[in-house]
């Protein structure tokens, strides 16, 4: 299987912990049960993934978010998915630092991949993604799975779903990464090339 790009970038949660990632209750997945809200999904269910089907869940998080909403500073502000910006059929609200798969020419270029993972914060502008001041709490779910994963939620929207081992407990067992990290320039980089891959397209120019 080919691997392809995250970034960690460690940015925290507002003093919940070190959970970066989930998706907000209501949040539709496909799963063996069919489009799911990911707070109705259980240890045992399965959920389709980008790259090896379906997957088994072996561990569920929740956790809520933005306590002190809406006065969270601006540093952890969610990211706000416009409809159709990832392929997804409704608005997405993402922690910002939330893996997101994306497809750029420049990543085939660079990687040899047209597909890479990036924190969603560094979407901020592209296709309408922005930050944007939580007006409320928020209960996050994350979902984990044997090995890293992509699962797809709302339609097209594809979402990194890191496992709970830390890399120095990868390395002690010798295990290679299915995702590679890229670092904050690479994803700063490919943000900005879908934003000249869209103005081409829609000025009919050959991207």
């Known amino acids: 299987m080919a691997r392809r790009n995250v ?24 799963s063996n049960l069919g489009w799911r809200a990911i707070e109705a999904l259980a240890v045992g269910d399965q959920v389709l993934t980008f790259d090896n089907g379906m997957q088994e869940i072996v561990e569920i998080r929740r956790k809520v978010f933005f306590l002190d909403a809406p006065e969270t500073d601006r540093a952890v502000w969610p990211m ?18 939330q893996g997101v798969l ?27 993604i922005t930050r944007t001041a939580p007006a ?15 699962i797809y939620a709302e339609g097209g929207a594809l979402i990194h779903c890191p496992t709970r081992s830390t890399p120095l407990d990868a390395m002690m067992r010798d295990v ?12 700063a980089h490919l943000a900005q090339a879908i934003v000249m891959e869209d103005r081409m397209m829609a000025s009919g120019v050959r991207v």
């Open 7 to 30: 970034e960690a970038s460690g940015a925290y949660d507002g003093g919940l912990g070190l959970q970066t990632h989930g998706l907000m209750a209501g949040t539709r997945v496909a």
């Open 80 to 97: 706000l998915v416009p409809v159709g910006a990832m392929g997804n059929r409704e608005a997405l609200t993402l922690l910002a630092d």
């Open 102 to 128: 994306i497809e750029s020419d420049a990543a085939s270029d660079r990687h040899g991949d047209p597909f890479a993972i990036v924190p969603a914060h560094t979407l901020d502008g592209v296709r309408g």
């Open 136 to 150: 409320r709490q928020i209960e996050l779910i994350a979902v984990y799975f044997a090995t890293d994963e992509v």
């Open 176 to 187: 290679t990464p299915a995702y590679d990290v890229l670092d904050a320039a690479h994803a």
